[in-house]
């Protein structure tokens, strides 16, 4: 089965500057990667994902990149702001199977 | 208009006790499934359905059973709880044919004393 390893497991940055969390899987027949967002005593929600087809993909500050070749896909948040700081997972499934998750990123936004 | 709604969001109950929690999706998802959260926040998958069939079944305690009455509801069932179940449980649901997004309820957070 697919195996997602997520680091770091805690990452501190300061407002205004970048975060990256990076995931490797284990199944090259994984073909999708949502990357989800926790805030505190609230279940995860998407926040982006991106499909084997695409290399990356943007939305304003959230980007993911895929390297199909190296099995590994990473999340940039540019510019941070204190409303994100949360726990962040990343996940992969190969389609019409369960979604394997990561371990967690506690991302915490210095003010 | 909450997607995936479960209930209770808090419980506490003793050693030995049987308890249930509730999840309903109103998203017309074919997909409904049980994760265990624990304290360092690790998702595990303990249970899927799909259309009313179990699908998954991860390594869990005979002692939890899931019942799908249909395909919006998926109630978790705890018999004799121990200390470990203390977790936050979280139900969700997807549209697993189409390979989309799972929504997340809300969580449950379990306490056993």
């Known amino acids: 089965g697919e195996n997602v390893e997520q680091h770091p497991s805690t990452l501190s940055v300061q407002e205004g500057d970048s975060a990256v969390i990076k995931c490797t899987y284990s199944?090259?027949?994984?073909?999708?990667f949502p990357w989800y967002k926790q805030e505190l005593g609230k279940g995860p929600q998407l926040i982006i994902d991106?499909?084997?087809?695409?290399g990356e993909k943007k939305d304003q500050r959230i980007a993911v990149t895929l390297n199909k070749t190296a099995k590994h896909f990473s999340l940039h948040i540019t510019e941070t702001q204190p409303e994100d700081s949360a726990v962040y997972f990343c996940a992969a499934t190969p389609g019409n199977e369960k979604l394997t998750f990561g371990t967690g990123t506690r991302l915490t936004i210095i003010p | 208009d909450t997607a995936v709604s479960q209930t209770p969001k808090y419980l506490v109950t003793q050693m030995g006790n049987d308890k249930s929690i509730k999840c309903e999706q109103n998203?017309?998802?074919?997909?409904m499934y049980w994760y265990k959260q624990d304290s360092k926040k690790f998702l595990k998958i303990m249970f899927s359905y799909n259309n009313k069939e179990l699908i998954i079944n991860e390594t869990v305690p005979n002692r939890f059973s899931p019942k799908s009455p249909d395909k919006a509801h998926l109630n978790l069932h705890i018999n004799s709880l121990e200390l470990g179940d203390s977790a936050v449980y979280f139900c969700?649901?997807?549209?697993?044919?189409?390979?989309?997004?799972?929504?997340f309820g809300q969580g449950t957070r379990l306490t056993v004393v």
């Open positions: 991106i499909r084997s087809n695409v």
């Open positions: 998203l017309g998802h074919d997909t």
């Open positions: 969700a649901s997807s549209q697993l044919s189409d390979n989309t997004e799972a929504f």
């Open positions: 199944d090259s027949a994984s073909n999708y």
